[in-house]
């Protein structure tokens, strides 16, 4: 197991951050049925996921932060889709 990169793990945190906001993103579009924005962010989202597996296929410690780094992105998009009780869904048209 060669040593670890700082800058590389970093990457991958950032990679797999970015990749799972998009992915929520995408999600939020295709159950508002936005076909335009869901194929825009299912594009994004395998390009982004692209880098954090080339990296952390050569070296399986880097698993443990694109696991870290999912978990951020996830956490820090639907706080920031965060809509209060009885409010639309994101996505949702207006009436």
């Not at 443990?64 to 996505?91: D, K, N």
Request: hydrophobic share 55%; aromatic share 14%; glycine share 6%.
């Amino acid at each position: 197991m060669s040593a670890i990169d700082p800058l590389t793990a970093a990457g991958v945190v950032l990679a797999t951050a970015a990749t799972d906001a998009v992915y929520v993103m995408f999600t939020a579009a295709v159950v508002a049925r936005r076909r335009v924005p869901a194929a825009t962010w299912s594009s994004v989202w395998y390009l982004l996921s692209s880098f954090a597996v080339i990296s952390y296929t050569e070296n399986w410690i880097y698993v443990v932060f694109a696991a870290v780094g999912s978990w951020l992105g996830a956490f820090a998009t639907i706080t920031f889709l965060h809509r209060p009780p009885g409010g639309p869904p994101v996505g949702a048209s207006a009436e």
